[in-house]
């Protein structure tokens, strides 16, 4: 009979994981993702916003994030408690988040999102600036 003890069990059980390809292990840092905005000038009124979240070294979109936080303020013009609602809306693209918001002036506006990403422990924020046309 062989024992195997408790962290040889383990070691066993992270190298079968690996070898299948499910280690539960982070797969990047989360520094490798990138949120872009499709359009970075919108006409002002009720507008839509449409965000890429990107795996930088690979270039593909990542689906499924939990976004759990937004905000959509001014203060690229130096008016930061100019805020407006933003509301999320269903995308129906892979690694597209499609955001509703009224834009109710002309100017620069910070899209400040934060999500939570598959396989990675931390929070991932970002800060994105678009332009409101007249």
Do not use: C
């Not at 993702?33 to 916003?49: C, Q, R």
């Not at 890429?52 to 939990?66: T, Y």
């Not at 100019?82 to 834009?103: C, H, N, Q, W």
Request: no cysteine; glycine share 6%.
């Amino acid at each position: 009979m062989i024992l195997v003890t408790s962290g040889k069990a383990r070691l066993f059980a992270l190298v079968a994981l690996a070898a299948l390809g499910v280690a539960p292990f982070a797969r990047a840092n989360i520094n490798d993702y990138e949120f872009t905005l499709i359009e970075k000038e919108i006409k002002k009124g009720d507008a839509i916003i449409l965000v890429r979240l990107i795996h930088k070294p690979d270039g593909k979109l990542v689906p499924d994030a939990v976004i759990f936080a937004t905000r959509l303020d001014m203060a690229p013009d130096g008016m930061e408690m100019m805020t407006t609602d933003i509301e999320r809306l269903p995308s129906g693209e892979l690694g597209v988040y499609r955001f509703k918001a009224a834009l109710t002036m002309p100017g620069r506006w910070r899209l400040s999102i934060a999500a939570k990403l598959q396989g990675e422990a931390d929070t991932f924020e970002s800060k994105l600036m678009l332009r409101a046309l007249p």
